[in-house]
């Protein structure tokens, strides 16, 4: 049984930060690449940002240079610190394994950017 509690997310003005947080309750999280995706209405669930066990990041076009994935393994838990938002960044953020993400999701964490 794997859960995944994701946290973190809000309203903020364009140009802002934002740090969320996903808790993960699987034994082996340590070696299990993960990623955050996003998903806005109407539009298929992407992914934004894997982080591999050993900590080997990428990032989509769309995010790069101003997004950062890590992980703390010791405290089973992913990071994704948001800066220079845009309002397209506003979507419900989730994370999951990646890739293959588990069957089951969380409920994500709203992030709307907006003035």
């Known amino acids: 049984q794997v859960s995944l509690v994701e946290s973190g997310g809000g309203l903020v003005q364009p140009g802002g930060s934002l740090r969320l947080s996903c808790s993960a309750s699987?034994?082996?999280?340590?070696?299990?690449?993960m990623g955050w995706y996003r998903q806005t209405l109407g539009k298929q669930r992407e992914v934004v940002a894997t982080?591999?066990?050993?900590?080997?990041?990428n990032y989509a076009d769309s995010v790069k240079g101003r997004f950062t994935i890590s992980r703390d393994n010791a405290k089973n838990t992913m990071y994704l610190q948001m800066n220079s938002l845009k309002p397209e960044d506003t979507a419900v953020y989730y994370c999951?394994?990646?890739?293959?993400?588990?069957?089951?999701w969380g409920r994500g964490t709203q992030v709307t950017v907006s003035s």
């Open positions: 999951n394994a990646a890739p293959g993400p588990f069957p089951s």
């Open positions: 699987v034994s082996v999280f340590r070696l299990l690449p």
């Open positions: 982080i591999t066990g050993d900590g080997s990041k």
